[in-house]
């Protein structure tokens, strides 16, 4: 059984960094697009950046130039690195990836559990 597993959220002051990280534990044929998505109390889960398998990248309008999502492939790990952090960015963040597993006939779409990230003014 496939899980990803997120580390690195945390509290951080306005203007600070923080950096997310996001790796399958279990076995794995091959991982395709990963996302960070985050959610914020009363609101709807948000899509903050994408990386393909071949390195290109989106991110929201609310978080360009202040995120930077990269892959290492050989460590089939996902990064966010949050920089100029905004009160605004508080949320629990998750990772979302297409993996293909031992067995499976293509891509199955995983969650993490989620790591809180807060922003104090």
């Known amino acids: 059984q496939v899980q990803l597993v997120e580390s690195g959220g945390g509290l951080v002051q306005a203007g600070g960094s923080l950096k997310l990280s996001c790796a399958p534990s279990?076995?794995?044929?091959?991982?395709?697009?990963m996302r960070w998505y985050r959610q914020a109390p009363g609101k709807q889960r948000e899509l903050v950046a994408s990386?393909?398998?071949?390195?290109?990248?989106n991110y929201a309008d609310s978080v360009k130039g202040r995120f930077t999502i990269s892959r290492d492939n050989a460590k089939n790990t996902v990064y966010l690195q949050m920089n100029s952090l905004k009160p605004e960015d508080t949320a629990v963040y998750y990772c979302?990836?297409?993996?293909?597993?031992?067995?499976?006939?293509?891509?199955?779409?995983?969650w993490g559990q989620g790591t809180q990230v807060t922003v104090s003014s």
């Open positions: 279990g076995s794995t044929v091959s991982i395709g697009a």
């Open positions: 990386i393909r398998g071949g390195g290109n990248t």
């Open positions: 979302n990836a297409d993996v293909m597993v031992y067995g499976s006939r293509g891509y199955i779409n995983y």
